[in-house]
T-cell receptor, first 111, second 115 residues
Framework: AQSVTQLGSHVSVSEGALVLLRCNYS??????LFWYVQYPNQGLQLLLK??????LVKGINGFEAEFKKSETSFHLTKPSAHMSDAAEYFC?????????FGQGTRLTINP | KAGVTQTPRYLIKTRGQQVTLSCSPI?????VSWYQQTPGQGLQFLFE???????NKGNFPGRFSGRQFSNSRSEMNVSTLELGDSALYLC??????????????FGPGTRLTVL
């Protein structure tokens, strides 16, 4: 069965520091992976998606993720955190017309 | 292009009542999916509709149902509400839902509180 695991339900970084949010997937076939962000009282916004075209995927707001098959990982990074990045982030794998989400990682930015 | 819209945004009901939530997809999108988000269970898939047909269903009781209209708008209904149905209900639309790469775009959600 396809699933994703997000390591760390809470991550806290200082403004200007590197952001690293971890996601590992479990899939018997090449997966299609997504990162979404959710701001308070809002729906989910797509940050980026992996569809096997390139292992390094660039998304919106300066985020990027690298697909590593050998590590079954799809970690999300941003070189320099901004206060506006504070939100909850979800990794998801697509199976047919269904998204299977990880439990989410709440990112806090310290001034 | 307007995004996915959901109405109402907030809803308060009591146990035993029923509720209907509405979702209007992005223009041109024909696939609509529904998800339930709770602090305990996270984001869980409810069902997906395409061309007025349910194509996929999650592991929820029969009290949860949905439908899609010819203009792709969708509604979901929950009958005999329970306290545990309190959640944020998210609707997502995609072009065709064909293949796993089709991106789903989410609405702002309907926050349902059951008292």
């Amino acid at each position: 069965a396809q699933s994703v695991t997000q390591l760390g339900s809470h991550v806290s970084v200082s403004e200007g520091a590197l952001v690293l949010l971890r996601c590992n997937y479990s899939s018997s076939v090449p997966p299609y992976l997504f990162w979404y962000v959710q701001y308070p009282n809002q729906g989910l916004q797509l940050l980026l998606k992996y569809t096997s075209a390139a292992t390094l995927v660039k998304g919106i707001n300066g985020f990027e993720a690298e697909f590593k098959k050998s590590e079954t990982s799809f970690h999300l990074t941003k070189p320099s955190a901004h206060m506006s990045d504070a939100a909850e982030y979800f990794c998801a794998v697509s199976k047919a017309q269904k998204l299977v989400f990880g439990q989410g990682t709440r990112l806090t930015i310290n001034p | 292009k307007a995004g996915v819209t959901q109405t109402p945004r907030y809803l308060i009901k009591t146990r035993g009542q029923q509720v209907t939530l509405s979702c209007s997809p992005i223009s041109g999108h024909r696939s609509v999916s529904w998800y339930q988000q709770t602090p305990g269970q996270g984001l869980q898939f409810l069902f997906e509709y395409f061309s007025e047909t349910q194509r996929n269903k999650g592991n929820f009781p029969g009290r949860f149902s949905g439908r899609q209209f010819s203009n792709s708008r969708s509604e979901m209904n929950v009958s005999t509400l329970e306290l545990g149905d309190s959640a944020l209900y998210l609707c997502a639309s995609s072009m065709s839902g064909q293949g796993s790469t089709d991106t789903q775009y989410f609405g702002p959600g309907t926050r349902l509180t059951v008292l």
